[in-house]
């Protein structure tokens, strides 16, 4: 079986696991795993920030972020498609109170003079805007990355109108690969970031939430508030710093096979390989008799697997348990079912 619904799929390596079995641990919520901690502090220094706090999922640390940036009732600006506003179950409303505006679906694409034009003051009766949040690498996007340009533009709307940024950076490690963009400098231009290590990293699980100390020591509260406060976590800290070591630079191999991927598939008018940036392959089958459930139904019978996302788009992600063997048989499946739709 070939899967390429999703980089959180990977399964952990031996060596990660025998890094996971042999990890110093305490109890973090009494802030006494060692293993926690070392990763806390080598994320925040990554991304230039003062501290880090480790969260089992990428949701929650989104979710715990947003709440840093936007107080209840306030209002975060982002695209319609991205994964805050569509993939979290409207959690923002329902956990922190925060009201959100959307500009049109453009994924890395962004318009900042649309963006600023969106901001609103404080003063009744309205809204005011508190912060902006955008994701990189883009998932609906289909793995695109947004300039660095763009978001120095961004960053300089935001002290203007002094409001928060925040950067869903689940993917973030991608537009390091893609674009050689150093992570410090990323970190430079957001008050608060997300990321994973579960997504293309390869680690089972967790994310980090990234900023200033006092954000940090909000977050803690946060956490806990929210169910997160885990006890000897350090054994799930010792994969993610195990991936961060070895699985970041090796990212070039998905790019690369993801590209290989669009070029294959070209042919049948479904994606177009100068977009494809990182390992996410959008499939766009609206020119096709298919829609993606049926595409993800037939390669299944196959032995591919791929996620339907929305009616007429599927996507392909490659990652590390997807090898050059793998990628071919998936190139044979879904060339033979494209070419009689």
């Given at each position: 079986m070939v899967d390429l619904r999703s980089d959180t799929v990977t399964r952990p390596s031996a060596a990660m696991r025998r890094a996971m079995a042999t990890a110093e641990v305490g109890d973090d919520v009494f802030g006494d795993d060692p293993t926690v901690n070392a990763l806390e502090k080598h994320v925040a220094a990554l991304f230039g920030h003062e501290a880090a706090l480790f969260a089992p999922s990428g949701s929650m640390a989104n979710q715990i972020a947003l709440q840093l940036v936007t107080p209840r009732a306030g209002e975060l600006l982002a695209g319609a498609d991205a994964h805050v506003v569509t993939y979290e179950l409207g959690a923002g409303a329902a956990l922190g109170g925060i009201s959100t505006r959307t500009w049109g679906s453009v994924g890395a694409n962004?318009?900042?003079?649309?963006?600023?034009?969106?901001?609103?003051?404080?003063?009744?009766?309205?809204?005011?805007?508190?912060?902006?949040?955008?994701?990189?690498?883009?998932?609906?996007g289909g793995g695109g990355v947004i300039p660095l340009a763009t978001l120095q533009a961004l960053r300089?709307?935001?002290?203007?109108?002094?409001?928060?940024?925040?950067?869903?950076?689940?993917?973030?490690?991608?537009?390091?690969?893609?674009?050689?963009?150093p992570l410090a400098s990323y970190g430079a231009l957001f008050d608060t970031l997300s990321v994973c290590l579960s997504k293309g990293l390869g680690?089972?699980?967790?994310?980090?939430?990234?900023?200033?100390?006092?954000?940090?020591?909000?977050?803690?509260?946060?956490?806990?508030?929210?169910?997160?406060?885990m006890r000897q976590v350090g054994i799930l800290a010792a994969a993610g710093q195990y991936a961060l070591d070895h699985h970041i630079t090796r990212l070039a191999e998905d790019h690369a096979r993801a590209?290989?991927?669009?070029?294959?598939?070209?042919?049948?008018?479904?994606?177009?390989?100068?977009?494809?940036?990182?390992?996410?392959?959008p499939l766009d089958l609206s020119k096709t008799s298919l829609t993606a459930p049926v595409l993800a139904a037939k390669a299944a019978e196959q032995g591919v697997l791929l996620a339907p996302m929305l009616p007429h788009l599927a996507r392909l992600v490659t990652h590390l348990d997807v090898d050059d063997e793998g990628l071919d048989q998936a190139i044979t499946v879904l060339s033979g079912i494209l070419a009689n739709a």
């Open positions: 962004l318009d900042v003079d649309l963006i600023e034009a969106m901001i609103r003051p404080a003063g009744y009766p309205s809204v005011p805007t508190r912060a902006i949040a955008v994701e990189q690498t883009h998932n609906l300089e709307i935001s002290d203007k109108y002094e409001i928060s940024l925040h950067c869903d950076g689940a993917r973030i490690w991608h537009a390091h690969v893609a674009d050689g963009v680690a089972p699980v967790g994310s980090l939430i990234v900023g200033s100390a006092a954000k940090i020591a909000e977050a803690r509260v946060l956490r806990k508030r929210l169910g997160g406060g590209g290989r991927l669009a070029e294959a598939l070209e042919q049948y008018g479904v994606v177009d390989p100068d977009q494809i940036r990182t390992n996410l392959v």
